[in-house]
């Protein structure tokens, strides 16, 4: 499994509503490992996919592409963090 960050400059709390509304046009048994992290900057968005391979299609398919301009984001800037080893979560947090 390969985890990458997507970095969104701006207000943290807008670029959260699109992150939002985002998420509800990908079903959730899409998401193995997803993080939104909010900072001064804007928004982190980290998310994992089952290899490289699958990563580099996913950011330049129609479907991403579409996601994040139909709602009102910019292209974020896309960090490969490398492979996971060892994830760990004891419940779902949203706020």
Known sequence: MILS???FDGDPDTLMESHHQMM???PP?????HLAVTHDKGITVF???PDLATHE???VSPEFR???AQVGLREPRIEILGE???AHLNQSVIR
């Open 24 to 26: 509800n046009l990908f």
């Open 57 to 59: 299609a996913f950011v």
């Open 47 to 49: 998310d994992s996919c």
């Open 5 to 7: 960050a997507y970095h």
């Open 84 to 86: 996971v080893h060892f």
């Open 29 to 33: 048994s899409g998401l193995v490992l």
């Open 66 to 68: 579409g996601a994040i």
